[in-house]
């Protein structure tokens, strides 16, 4: 196969670079399409040109030095900025978006040349996509209250301000109280109490609570579940309701752990995967019962009768029984986990069952029998599942506890009618084939 000509990738680096400036002057003159010929300023062609510039900028680049490209560039910015200036005088527009998305495109069209040009189509794809969205930024950023803007500020300092601070690894002599994990516990809960709230916001009083929990439950069904039922304690959704979403988030941890069994052994998958999917079937089962409006009921209630989206003090009553049910687990964890992999599936599944899972896994490819591996993962599941109960019938509303643990004693039943089943059914397949 003959090489490629040396013109050929400088080439195609300068066509990204005039595509990256048509895209923005796209989105631009289209926002002034109803402006009469002669009128409209910065447009296609303009920021078009602004990206071929900056190419034509990075191919000089090697062969004139950095102090002509730098001028270069201080020129067309000068000069575009003194031109939006006198227009926006002119139009009484106190803006500057056309002025940043023109320094953007060169920069961009120069970045085409010289460094990666996937991250620089994706970076023009996603400035476009901002200068396109400005009636619907403008429109939500004047819904914000200042709550909701408190409330975002406080997860996002906890997150990125706070939690590098606190040290990593286990501070006691037992290996259980680990300061970093038990934050993270404690702002998964506060995001998921304000996900909840941003849910209800945006999609209504039930698909909200619904979609919210769906999401929740991929990073943590135990913290939705326990969100959920300090929202029905303070009566913010009706019990029925907070159940039905958290049978949602309890279908959603079961196919989790199902899948990450997958990545292990397929033989452990195989077994598994009926037991769970048994569970997981009643669970979507009581939530569509559940989640079904009943006349004369209290329906959800909408985010307006939310009195914070952020309850610190809720988050603060929660996070705490939380951490101290996971360093009890921990402590009885280490101090039994030699005396058995039950003993340890029981302890470690009550606040993490992946852990669970993927540990067993990862001892199921080296020679753990798959009937024990699978025996201890269930066990985990188990644990977990009464873990949340527990908790919500402590901190929750017990109407709402009674309805889950109904729930919960369901898809225990079912789980293990089809787990009793499972060699029996393989048995005949195996003699049948």
Known sequence: MPDE???????????????????????????????????RVAGIRTFALIGLLGGVCGLLLPAVGAAPVAAMALALGAAFAAFQFRQAVKDSDNSVTSTVAGLL?????FYAVVGETVVAAAVAVAGTIVLAFKEGLHTWVRSITWKEMRSALLILAATCIALPLIPEGAVDPWGAVEPRSLWWLTILIASASFAGYVSLRALGPRAGLMIGALAGAVVSSTVVTIDLGRRVRASE?????????????????LIRCGAVASLFSSEVATRLWPVLAASAAVCL?????????????????????IKSPLNLSSVAKFGFVLIVLTIVANLVSNGLGSYGLGVFAATAGLVDVDAVTLAVGKLATTGLATETAVGAILIGIVANQMFKLAAVTVGGALSFSLRFGAIVTLAGIAGTIVHALTPTIYSSFSVLS
């Open 285 to 305: 089962g009581c939530a569509r019962v559940l989640a079904r409006p009943v006349a004369g009921s209290v329906a959800a209630t909408t985010y307006a009768t």
């Open 237 to 253: 959704i009706d019990p029925s309701s907070g159940a039905a979403a958290a049978a949602l988030a309890a279908a959603v941890s």
């Open 105 to 109: 495109v060169f920069a961009l069209g």
């Open 5 to 39: 000509p040396v013109w050929l990738e400088p080439l195609q680096r300068v066509g990204l670079a005039l595509a990256i400036g048509f895209l923005v002057g796209v989105e631009r003159g289209w926002k002034q399409r109803d402006d009469s010929e002669g009128q």
